[in-house]
C-alpha cells in the first residue's frame, strides 16, 4: 500500500516537471524568436550597432522570488505573461517604426517637389534676364558648336526699327568726353545719358566699362549705375542682379556700399519681406559702417525704423 502511494507521488511529480519542460520549451521558442526580431529592429533604428543590444529605457518590474514549495508552474506562467507584454510593446515598435518611414517619405518628396519649382521659377527669371538684355545670375559656360543633322531655313533678318527723331536728336545733344582715360571716358558718357533719361541708351557703355576695365575703379561706378538705371525704368528685378553683382565683384568698390543700399530699395520693389530687406541693411552697416556717409546712415537709420527691423 504504502508502494502504492509512492509510485503516485512519484509518477505526479514526473508529470510536473514534464509539463514545466514543455512550458519552458514553448517559452523558449518565443524568446528565440523575440531575440531574431529584435536584432531586426535594432538593424533599422540603431544601424552599425555591432549586432549588441541597447539596455531598454524603462526596465520590466522584477519578477518575485519564488519560495520553496510553490509549484514550478506559477513561475512559467509568469515568464510567458512577461514574454505576452515583450510581444506586444515590439509589434508598437514596429508599427511606429514604418509610420515614421512613410512620414519620412513624404517630407522627401515635398521637398524634391519644392526643389523643382524653385529651379523653375529661377529658371524663368535667367530667360526673362537674358531676353533683357540683362546680366544673368549666373554666367554659364558656352560649349563648341556641333554640326546638326538637318537643315534649317536662315532667319529672315529684321529690319530695325525706327528711331524717333526727337529721341535722336536727345541723344546726339549728349557730348561723348575723349580723355586719355577711356574707361572713365565710356562711365561719363553713360552717366550723362542716363542724366538724360536715356536709360536703355546708357545700359551700354555701363556694360563695356565693366567689361572691358574690370579693374578700373569706374568699373565699380558703371555697375552701380547700371542697377540705378534698372530701377529707374522699373525693373527691379534685374536692379537686384545688378547691384548684387557689384558687391559680388567689387567688394571693394567705392560703389559698392550704395549697391546694398540701392539693393534693399530693389527687394522692397519686389514685395520681398522685411526680413530679408533688414538683412541687406544689417550686412551694409557691418561691412561697410565705418565708410559710408552721415547722409546714408541717416537714410538706412530711417528705412530699418520703417521696416521695423530689429
Not at 132 to 147: E, F, K
Not at 273 to 287: F, G, N
Request: hydrophobic share 35%.
Amino acid at each position: 500500500m504504502r508502494k502504492s502511494f509512492f509510485k503516485l507521488i512519484l509518477l505526479a511529480g514526473i508529470a510536473c516537471t514534464a509539463s514545466g519542460a514543455l512550458a519552458q520549451s514553448a517559452i523558449e521558442g518565443r524568446v528565440d524568436r523575440l531575440e531574431r526580431e529584435m536584432r531586426a529592429v535594432q538593424r533599422k533604428v540603431f544601424p552599425g550597432g555591432n549586432g549588441q543590444y541597447f539596455p531598454p529605457d524603462i526596465a520590466p518590474q522584477q519578477a518575485p522570488v519564488q519560495s520553496p514549495g510553490v509549484p514550478a508552474s506559477s513561475a512559467v506562467s509568469d515568464l510567458a505573461a512577461r514574454v505576452s507584454s515583450v510581444e506586444a510593446q515590439l509589434t508598437s515598435l514596429t508599427g511606429q517604426i514604418e509610420q515614421n518611414q512613410y512620414k519620412l517619405q513624404q517630407l522627401e518628396d515635398a521637398f524634391n517637389a519644392y526643389k523643382r519649382a524653385t529651379d523653375a521659377r529661377l529658371k524663368a527669371t535667367e530667360t526673362e534676364a537674358a531676353g533683357t538684355g540683362g546680366p544673368l545670375p549666373t554666367p554659364t559656360a558656352t560649349t563648341p558648336d556641333r554640326p546638326v543633322a538637318t537643315t534649317t531655313k536662315p532667319a529672315t533678318p529684321t529690319k530695325p526699327a525706327a528711331v524717333d527723331p526727337e529721341r535722336a536728336a536727345r541723344i546726339a545733344a549728349v557730348p561723348k568726353p575723349q580723355t586719355s582715360d577711356p574707361a572713365d571716358d565710356l562711365y561719363v558718357y553713360g552717366y550723362r545719358l542716363w542724366q538724360a533719361k536715356l536709360y536703355p541708351e546708357a545700359e551700354a557703355p555701363l556694360k563695356q566699362v565693366v567689361a572691358k576695365y574690370p579693374a578700373h575703379r569706374r568699373a565699380s561706378w558703371a555697375q552701380n549705375l547700371l542697377g540705378r538705371s534698372y530701377l529707374d525704368q522699373g525693373k527691379p528685378s534685374l536692379a537686384s542682379h545688378a547691384f548684387y553683382d557689384n558687391y559680388k565683384n567689387f567688394h571693394d568698390g567705392e560703389r559698392a556700399p550704395d549697391s546694398l543700399f540701392y539693393l534693399a530699395t530693389a527687394l522692397k520693389q519686389l514685395g520681398k519681406p522685411s526680413t530679408d530687406v533688414c538683412k541687406v541693411y544689417d550686412e551694409l552697416l557691418d561691412v561697410y559702417g565705418t565708410k559710408i556717409s552721415a547722409t546714408m546712415k541717416a537714410d538706412v537709420a530711417r528705412n530699418r525704423a520703417t521696416e521695423k527691423c530689429k
